[in-house]
Each structure stands twice: as C-alpha cells, then as structure tokens.
C-alpha cells in the first residue's frame, strides 16, 4: 500500500520504438526517396517521408528562361513518361496563345504519349515485382520497354528524354518503316501480356502479397489530391482523356479500367488494363491518321499574351498540371507544377499507418512515384 | 592405429571435403545465373571463358582481394566469428552424406538424425550476424531468419519420418539401399513436398528469402560484411541448398539407385541432387516472396498439419503392411 501512488502500469511505459531508416539509398524507394518509419517489431507506427534529395528548382529556372529553352527540362520531371510531361506544357502555351495545332499534328501526339504511357507501366510491372521479391518481372518488363522505346526512338531520336513535341505540332512526321514496326509490335504485345497474367498476376503467392493490403477509400483519396491509376484502383472513374479531352482524345473509342475495393491488386489491375487500352488508342490513332501539316504556324519568338492559366492532363501516374502566369513576356512569370509523385507521397504517412514493413514497400510501390516528378 | 595417421587421414578427409565444398559451390553460383539468365531472356555471364565458367572464379578471387572491413560499433567478436560458423555445420553434413554404396565418409546407425540436428545449427551463425552486426536492417533479418528456421524445421523433420517409418533405419545409406524396388517419393510424395518447401525455407531460398529481402531490409543479416566474410555467406548459401537437395534426393529418389557401382552410383546421384537443385532455381526465378505472416501462417496452419497426417498415415499402412506379412 506504501507504494500504490508510485506504481506504474506496464502501459503507461513510454514504449520504446525502433527507428529504420529507409533510403535515399535503399533498392526500393524509386530513386532517392526516405522515410523514417517507427516500428513495432514489423509493424509500422509512424513514418516520415523526407523528400528533397533530387531538388532542382525546375520551377524557378522556368522563370529565367525563355519558353522553349525550358521544354527540354519539362522531360526531366516525370522521365518515365517524359512525352506526357512535353505535351501538357505545349498544351498550356498553345492555349494561352491560342494556336490551332493541326490534326496530323494532334494525332502523333497522341501516338507517342500513349506508346510512353505503355512504357511507363512496364516500368511499374517490372518495379512492383521486384517490391514483392520476384526479379523476373523486371527483365522482362524492360525487355518489352525497349520495343516501344525502339519506336519512340524512330519518332522522336530519343529514347528516355525526348524533346519531340513542339509548341504548335511536333517535331518530325512519322518516319517510313515505322506503319510496319508498330505493326510487328501490335501483334506481340498482348501475347506478352498474356504471358506477364501466366508469370505473375495469377501467381497465389502474388495476389495474397497484393490484395488487401493498402486499402484507400475514395473520400481519402479525394482529400489527399490523388490521381491516376492509384484513384482508380479505388473505383473513381475519373479520367482527364475522358472528363476533358485534349489533343483530340475524345475522338478515340477507350474503356477506362477501374478497381473496387482499392487495394494494390486493384492499382496493379488497373495499370496491366491500361496498357491494353493504350495499345487500342495507338491503333485506333495510326490507322484513322489524317493528313497535313505536322507542324502549325507559330511566330519565332513565343510571347504568350498576359494571363493565366492552369492546363491538365492525364500523365502515367495520375494528373499533370502546369500552372502559368503570363505577363506577356519572354519568360513565365511563374509557372507551378503540380505533379501525381508529390500528392501520393503526401499520402503515404496515411496510407502505411499500421502497415507490415513488407507491406508498405509494396503499397509505396503501387503508388508508382518517380522522384525527379516529386522534387521538380 | 598410430595417433599421426589418424591425423593426417582426417586432415585429408577434410581437405577433400573442403574441395568439393568449394568447387560446388562455385559450380552452383554459376549455374544460378545461367538458368536465371535464360529465363529472363538474358545469356548470363559471357565473357571468362567460354560461356563464362571461369566468371565465379573471377567473382570468388576479386571478394577474397578485398579490404576487410569491420565497421564501427559491431560486436567484434560475434561479428568476426559469424561468417565461419556459418561454415561448420555444412562442412560437418557432408562427412554423412552417402554419395554411392560405401562412398561415405562416416557411417554411423543415426545419420540423418544427426544431419537434421545439425542443419539447425546454421541459425546459429545468421543470428550472430545479424546481432554482432549493429545495424538495424541486419538484426530484422537475423530475427527473421530465426522465426523461419524455427518453423519450418518441425514440418521438414516429420516430412523425413515418413521415409524413417517405411525404411527402418536412420542411417543414411540404409535408407537409400531401402530404395532398390521403388524411389519414395511415389509412396510419400506428400512427404517429398514438405521437406523439399520447407529446406527452401530452411536455407533462404526463394519464395522464402524473407530473411535476405532486398526490397525491404536491403540484405538482412549479411548487409554490413564485404569481402571474404561475404563471400563466406555467399558460399554457405549454396552449400546448403547442394546439400539440401541432396538429402532429399537420397530419402526421396532413392540416391545412387538403381547402381552399385561406386562411380555410376555417385554420377546418377549427382545427376538427381542437380535436377532438385535446377528445380530449386527455377522456383527461385518465377516466384514472389511470402510475406512474413502469410509465410508463419503457411508453416503452421498447412504444412506441420499435412506433415503430420503423412506421418500418421505412414504409420498406420506401415503397421498393417508388417501385420500382413507376420513381422509382427
């Protein structure tokens, strides 16, 4: 009795967590991202995600140079999806200049951002293997990759940076030869995604590494600004190709796949879709090409008139906006870029919160985030 | 006997084992990235030599040259001691492994109790690791790496008792010359099953690499060695997956049957230990990993209980096969 106003229940302890260090040097936090995750033996309790380590103040270098000497840096943001970076930026200019890009034009455009889209979500096929422990996948997603790459190489001469979507059209025509190697690959692809569901989406292992684990609800998502295959794993059906054609997608017959229960399985789902229904945009694309100029009349010096103007489209990982403020001069006043990397990673201290240390490598994997979009 | 040729004959017996330890396991790293380079539509290693044999040779004498590195803070010694304990228990199951009729190095009445004792042992050593190590991702995966061996263990032992039953002895070679009319894996295939998943889980393969998964704790309990001590790791790692199919090729597929001859005997038992080993690293290079609850519940819930009714089963028709043919 002497001590019962000292005594000290076992609970009321402050519990000693252990502190890990994921990155930025880790095999998988996709380039140099860290988070400081606190956890209970496997469980996580609390972690902080620390970005800034491939900062390069893209934003701020808009503002000292002229319109198209920035262009090529637009590549180096998202550089999975690099043509999709290029075509939302040109998308903003030409808007607020208003330049009539002709449909020849409009149609390559599309060709080449969905044949990166595809690209895109190889990569994330072969990462989110990796991420559950399987290395085949990788490799083989490469292997396919580099198909696509090889056509986007014959469009555009680059193979990862491309600087091939101008302001008012595109660089350069369609190629010859390049009718028949789209051809050759049209064929092929699906047999390998047919060959990828054989190797790993039907794997028992796979789905119980997947389903049920990073569940998000669409109310969540909505307040954390999410986008992309990562809000339609959730089951919004929320398309910017379909809610706000641009580039004269809404000429094109696509499905937009979606998810149910929100889950990694239902991203992952989502994404092998996507791909499909790339592909049958391409098709759709090449085969109804109109002819003409690739390339519209637009003076030598781009002066956007005063203004402003916040232009959207759907990248490979969710939403891609560029926001600019014109003063009628040489050079952005300001230009703000928001990127999908950014919102999801803001997202992941909600989303691995009571997670497995095995899990929340995997749900930050089906977020599918690249580092060079996050830090600009 | 005089107490110097004892010596020398064991020095030799040993010198002969480390050899062959050696050599196989250079063979095996080879033959890993070979098989997984096919499967990846990938050649492999090229360039040493034709088709790249001499690449492991190279691997082995660029991390033999290597500065020794002990970090600071580790537990010397526990650190330092680590990577050759690693060694002794698959040094020491190999003077019990019967490569062909007589081919032994010790014969002895409770071999493969005695095998199976000292496989555990090698925990021993990951533990050490991951403890004397200092670093955080190092003791998860020697954690790990203990929770799996523990597990899986208990089912690969009963797995083995099946065989134990239905050929009345312990003793490595009886078993196998138990085999000449049928291999068991036809009467105990559920059994083959068990012990063939639960040594992959034994020795960190794929799917059941938890204790080494690069994606989440960077490489578990041998994060912090390089060099020699590294490589160490490296080649204890395939020693025990030699040494594993090994044993389930001599209670499973009837080891050097159907041959008496030392020289075939060993050839065919070879021929069977690589074809459980090529299994072993086609698995390796389609599978995902569990994850660690699954992998517990997997251990648990499906196989110790599936182990057990083979045992049980076993049992019974053993009994009444005795019964029928008046042994009892």
């Not at chain 1, 620390?50 to 943001?77: C, M, S, W």
Request: hydrophobic share 50%; glycine share 8%; with cysteine.
């Amino acid at each position: 009795m002497l001590y019962e106003e000292n005594e000290i229940l076992v609970d009321d302890l402050p519990k000693d967590f252990m502190e890990v260090n994921f990155g930025p040097h880790h095999p998988s936090t996709h380039g140099v991202f860290r988070f400081v995750a606190k956890i209970d033996g496997e469980k996580i309790i609390d972690i902080e995600p620390v970005i800034g380590y491939l900062h390069r103040g893209i934003e701020k270098i808009a503002e000292n140079r002229t319109y198209i000497q920035f262009k090529p840096l637009v590549d180096r943001l998202d550089y999975t999806g690099a043509l999709n970076n290029e075509l939302c930026y040109c998308l903003t200019i030409e808007k607020l200049m208003e330049i009539e890009v002709p449909p020849r034009a409009q149609a390559i455009r599309v060709i080449c951002a969905e044949l990166n889209r595809i690209a895109a979500h190889l990569i994330f096929f072969g990462s989110i293997g990796l991420e559950t422990g399987a290395f085949t996948p990788l490799l083989f997603g490469f292997l396919d990759r580099e198909n696509i790459l090889s056509l986007l190489e014959m469009l555009a001469g680059g193979r990862l940076t491309f600087n091939y979507i101008t302001i008012g059209g595109v660089r350069q025509d369609i190629p010859a030869g390049f009718h028949e190697k789209f051809e050759k690959f049209r064929k092929e692809f699906p047999i390998k995604l047919k060959r990828y569901a054989d190797l790993i989406s039907g794997n028992e292992i796979f789905i119980n590494r997947l389903k049920n684990i990073g569940i998000l609800k669409k109310e969540d998502l909505f307040n954390w600004g999410a986008s992309g295959p990562t809000l339609r794993g959730s089951g919004v059906k929320f398309d910017i190709r379909k809610v706000e054609p641009y580039s004269g997608y809404e000429k094109y017959d696509f499905d937009i796949p979606v998810g149910s229960n929100g889950d990694v399985y239902d991203r992952y789902m989502v994404r092998m879709e996507e791909m499909r229904q790339s592909l049958r945009i391409v098709e759709q694309a090449l085969d109804s090409l109109p002819g003409g100029e690739f390339q519209a009349k637009v003076p030598k010096i781009i002066k956007p008139p005063e203004g402003e103007l916040y232009m959207r489209n759907e990248g490979t990982k969710g939403e891609i906006g560029f926001y600019l403020v014109s003063r009628g001069e040489k050079s952005p006043y300001r230009l703000k870029i928001r990127t999908p990397s950014f919102s999801h990673l803001n997202m992941l201290g909600f989303a691995l919160k009571g997670a497995y240390i095995a899990d929340a490598i995997v749900i930050l994997g089906s977020f599918d985030t690249v580092m060079g979009s996050c830090d600009r | 006997m005089i107490w110097w040729v004892v010596l020398l004959w064991a020095l030799l017996k040993l010198i002969v084992a480390l050899l062959f330890i050696f050599l196989t396991a250079l063979v095996l790293i080879y033959m890993l990235r070979k098989v997984m380079g096919h499967m990846q539509y990938r050649m492999g290693p090229r360039h040493h030599g034709p088709h790249g044999i001499f690449q492991t040779i190279f691997d082995a004498i660029k991390l033999l040259g290597k500065e020794d590195i002990v970090p600071k803070g580790v537990d010397r010694w526990t650190y330092i001691w680590a990577p050759i304990v690693v060694f002794i228990p698959s040094l020491t199951i190999f003077a019990f492994l019967p490569f062909a009729e007589k081919i032994v190095a010790t014969d002895i009445e409770i071999s493969l109790f005695f095998v199976l004792a000292i496989m555990g042992f090698s925990v021993i050593a990951l533990l050490m690791a991951g403890w004397g190590s200092n670093n955080k991702y190092a003791l998860l995966g020697g954690l790990r790496s203990v929770a799996q061996l523990m597990s899986y263990e208990i089912p690969m032992i009963i797995a083995a008792m099946g065989v134990v039953l239905m050929a009345g002895s312990m003793n490595l070679s009886e078993i196998a010359r138990a085999q000449s009319r049928i291999w068991y894996i036809v009467p105990q295939a559920v059994g083959f099953f068990i012990f063939f998943t639960a040594s992959l889980a034994e020795i960190n393969s794929t799917p059941f690499d938890i204790p080494e998964a690069e994606s989440e704790i960077v490489a578990g309990f041998n994060i912090e060695y390089s060099g020699f001590r590294f490589a160490a790791f490296y080649l204890a790692e395939f020693v025990n997956l030699f040494i594993v199919c090994a044993l389930a090729a001599i209670l499973f597929l009837g080891g050097w049957q159907p041959f008496k001859d030392p020289i075939y005997g060993t050839v065919i038992f070879l021929v069977k230990t690589y074809v459980l080993i090529f299994l072993a690293m086609w698995i390796r290079s389609t599978f995902p990993r569990f994850r660690i609850d699954q992998f517990m519940d997997f251990g648990w819930k499906v196989l110790l209980p599936l182990s057990l009714v083979n045992l049980f089963v076993t049992s019974v028709v053993v009994l009444v096969v005795d019964k029928f043919k008046g042994n009892i």
